[in-house]
């Protein structure tokens, strides 16, 4: 059965860094990282796709690193420099690729992430 379990998250300060987790029992095209603050919708933070290409939100280029290793079937994300602004649930998710980009179809149920100023 598919399942997506995130791991690592936890209360840091303004320029910490926190370490993200997130096992997947399945093969994904795609595997990827959102968040949601409460009372906003969730945003897109990284991509990592089966060949290895990467994507990022602007807001955390040059700060957080997504990888993934498959014989571990975990993916990570490294959160670098955290701000306020990173503070959310943080969710895994994984699909496949439909016309040329992700189809997030699984979600993990997330780790909070709190940076405090």
């Known amino acids: 059965q598919d399942e997506l379990v995130e791991s690592g998250g936890g209360s840091v300060q303004i320029g910490e860094s926190l370490s993200l987790s997130c096992t997947y029992a399945a093969k994904y095209y795609c595997l990827g990282w959102f968040r949601q603050a409460p009372k906003n919708e969730r945003e897109e933070v990284a991509y990592?796709?089966?060949?290895?290409?990467?994507g990022y939100v602007d807001s955390v280029k040059g700060r957080f690193t997504i990888s993934k290793d498959n014989a571990k079937m975990t993916l990570y994300l490294q959160m670098n420099s955290l701000r306020p602004e990173d503070t959310a649930m943080y969710y895994c998710?994984?699909?496949?690729?439909?016309?040329?980009?992700?189809?997030?179809?699984?979600w993990g149920q997330g780790t909070q992430v709190t940076v405090s100023s």
């Open positions: 998710t994984a699909g496949p690729l439909q016309n040329g980009a992700c189809k997030w179809d699984l």
């Open positions: 990592i796709e089966y060949d290895g290409k990467t």
